[in-house]
């Protein structure tokens, strides 16, 4: 079963604008990561935030996370073209599986 | 370069045949997992192993087979009992915390 699943599923932005995704999950985790894809690749990791953390910085990434409403935010400021891609988060269960758990993911459009 | 490579990149399934994809890694990572890409979907989670010798089902296991005889390789079966094979594969192996993916294999069915 998707425990996260990403809002919204599709975003086009102008380059220059920031972009937000949101992921929201279902049971208690260890940490929360984001991942990239582009179209036809493997996936390649971005950003980890751990439960005992509110917010993280990463260049132009900033991802936000609240445990109380099981909810996170990825946030990429001064979006470029080349940022055009699809965005997942993935969790790391507390307890259980040793596994990421995938969402469906964010298809981002920046137009040049 | 150290990394993740599967392959082929494209593999072609006649009905009623068991095809194997490979993967291979020299990352030293004990984990390793398999995972279903469909179109426009994100990734489920097939098989894993956290150790040779070892794995487990994911959510989608049935109708794929896995072994684990080597650290390096971790291959996945898609046998004929899997009646909609065609989707994209993705293979990762895990590091402290985060995951490292191959470059994907597209199966398609014939």
């Known amino acids: 079963s998707q425990q996260g699943e990403e809002d919204p599923q599709a975003l086009s932005i102008q380059e220059g604008e920031n972009a937000t995704m949101n992921c929201s999950y279902k049971?208690?985790?260890?940490?929360l990561q984001w991942y990239r894809q582009n179209s036809g690749r493997g996936l390649v990791h971005l950003i980890l935030i751990r439960s005992n953390e509110r917010e993280k910085h990463s260049g132009r990434l900033r991802v936000t996370l609240d445990t109380s409403k099981k909810s996170s935010s990825l946030l990429i400021t001064a979006s470029r073209a080349a940022d055009t891609a699809s965005y997942f988060c993935a969790t790391y269960p507390s307890t259980g599986r040793r596994a990421l758990t995938f969402g469906s993911g964010t298809r981002l459009q920046v137009q040049p | 370069d150290g990394g993740i490579t599967q392959s082929p990149k494209y593999l072609f399934r006649k009905e009623g045949q068991n095809v194997t994809l490979s993967c291979e890694q020299n990352?030293?990572?004990?984990?390793m997992y398999w995972y279903r890409q469909d179109p426009g979907q994100g990734l489920r989670l097939i098989y894993y192993s956290q150790i040779v010798n070892d794995f487990q089902k994911g959510d989608i296991a049935e109708g794929y087979s896995v072994s684990r005889e080597k650290k390096e390789s971790f291959p996945l079966t898609v046998t004929s009992a899997q009646k909609n094979p065609t989707a994209f594969y993705l293979c990762?192996?895990?590091?402290?915390?985060?995951?490292?993916f191959g470059p994907g294999t597209r199966l398609l069915v014939l």
């Open positions: 990352l030293n990572h004990d984990a």
């Open positions: 990762a192996s895990k590091g402290k915390e985060t995951q490292y």
């Open positions: 049971t208690s985790i260890n940490n």
